[in-house]
């Protein structure tokens, strides 16, 4: 008498989720000594501005024989800065034959200078997904907690809840935050130098438009916890109270 095999079980289903991931792109510039003495500057005025933050170094602004070139990633490493990947230089120039050349990312928008959350916090992976309206801007409906990242590459953000110490939002266009904003606000992604961040109560780590940043410690006292509105004018970010 035959007896028939076991049934084989079901192949495992493999789960997968997208997620995206802000990248601050380092850019130095000759000459290297000045532009180390420049970064120190930044990093004592806002400790912990690198910190955790994935950089992508561009070394589009340099020439293979800049002096310093050699040991550049050395000392950004000892800065705590974190290179995830290497653009506009080539692994044959003999300054950075000693390099750690890590895989440069293809296809990413550029971004402007932000930082992670200081403070930890875990990303809800299940959040109530952002709904687009029809011109393109995104509207979140809840509050964006620690830890979170809520981005729109395609035109306009608007939180109608807060965003907490630790949060980052992101947006090509214009940012608008119903509530306190206490996290990280980057507007004007991919070079929209008319984009603005409105908000209800200002108490942000940082702001940025196109590229341009503001830390908390350089915003005008009368400014914090109220309404305003953030753009840039001559290349420098302005914070304005809202009527």
Same mark, same amino acid.
């Given at each position: 008498?035959?007896?028939?095999?076991?049934?084989?079980?079901?192949?495992?289903?493999?789960?997968?989720?997208?997620?995206?991931? =802000?990248? =601050?792109?380092?850019?130095?510039?000759?000459?290297? !000594?000045? %532009?180390?003495?420049?970064?120190?500057?930044?990093?004592?005025?806002?400790?912990?501005?690198?910190?955790?933050?994935?950089?992508?170094?561009?070394?589009?602004?340099? #020439?293979?024989?800049? #002096?310093?070139? !050699?040991?550049?990633?050395?000392?950004?490493? #000892?800065?705590?800065?974190?290179?995830?990947?290497?653009?506009?230089?080539?692994?044959?120039?003999? !300054?950075?034959?000693? %390099?750690? %050349?890590? !895989?440069?990312? #293809?296809?990413?928008?550029?971004?402007?200078?932000?930082?992670?959350?200081?403070?930890?916090?875990?990303?809800?992976?299940?959040?109530?997904?952002?709904?687009?309206?029809?011109?393109g801007a995104v509207v979140y409906e809840e509050s964006v907690r620690s830890g979170q990242t809520v981005v729109n590459m395609e035109g306009d953000l608007v939180i109608l809840g807060s965003v907490a110490s630790g949060a980052e939002i992101a947006a090509a266009g214009s940012i608008h935050v119903y509530g306190n904003l206490r996290g990280r606000a980057v507007a004007g992604i991919g070079g929209a130098a008319t984009a603005r961040i409105f908000v209800r109560r200002m108490n942000a780590e940082l702001i940025a438009i196109d590229g341009y940043y503001m830390m908390a410690e350089e915003m005008a006292a009368d400014m914090i916890g109220a309404p305003v509105q953030a753009m840039l004018d001559d290349e420098r970010i302005v914070i304005r109270k809202l009527a």
């Open positions: 008498m035959s007896t028939s095999a076991p049934d084989s079980p079901a192949p495992m289903r493999i789960r997968a989720r997208g997620r995206s991931f =802000l990248a =601050l792109v380092l850019s130095p510039e000759r000459p290297l !000594a000045r %532009w180390i003495e420049a970064l120190d500057d930044q990093i004592a005025r806002s400790a912990g501005f690198f910190m955790g933050k994935p950089v992508i170094l561009d070394l589009g602004l340099l #020439e293979p024989d800049d #002096e310093g070139l !050699a040991g550049l990633q050395a000392a950004l490493r #000892e800065r705590g800065v974190r290179i995830i990947g290497v653009e506009g230089g080539n692994p044959d120039w003999p !300054a950075l034959a000693g %390099w750690d %050349w890590p !895989a440069t990312f #293809e296809g990413g928008r550029a971004s402007g200078e932000v930082d992670l959350p200081e403070d930890g916090g875990e990303t809800r992976d299940d959040a109530v997904p952002p709904k687009a309206a029809r011109s």
